[in-house]
């Protein structure tokens, strides 16, 4: 992250963790997270156990990114995103492995953008 502004790299934090064991309270305070780019294991359980991490830390207002969405080889995620997307607004961005949830104000700040 050397490339960063010193106020932008002190906004930023690379978690490199097993997933299993993280506990996300030592990581900042539920609901307070405005991103999380998940890119972790492929498999049900930790897709939804990631999920679920992701979840509690951006709260009702957030962005979380999934790769490996709609990959031909790791079909659990993009059938756990499908079935997050069923109570939620998610998109996937054409011509990548991006799957995206947007909550509270960010749903508004990019899906409003795109009726514009």
Partial sequence: MSDLKPQD???LRL???DSKTLQTHH???PGT???VFVDGGHDDGLVRNDSRLASNLIGDDGVIIWH???SSIHGDVTQVVGEIAEGA???SIQH???AIELRGSARGL???NMSK
Avoid: P, S, W
Wanted: no cysteine; hydrophobic share 60%.
């Fill in 33 to 35: 997270v405005g991103l």
């Fill in 15 to 17: 978690i490199k963790a």
């Fill in 27 to 29: 990581i900042a305070v």
């Fill in 68 to 70: 490996d969405f709609d």
């Fill in 110 to 112: 990019v899906l409003g």
């Fill in 96 to 98: 990548t492995l991006l």
């Fill in 89 to 91: 607004v998610i998109v």
């Fill in 9 to 11: 790299e002190r906004r």
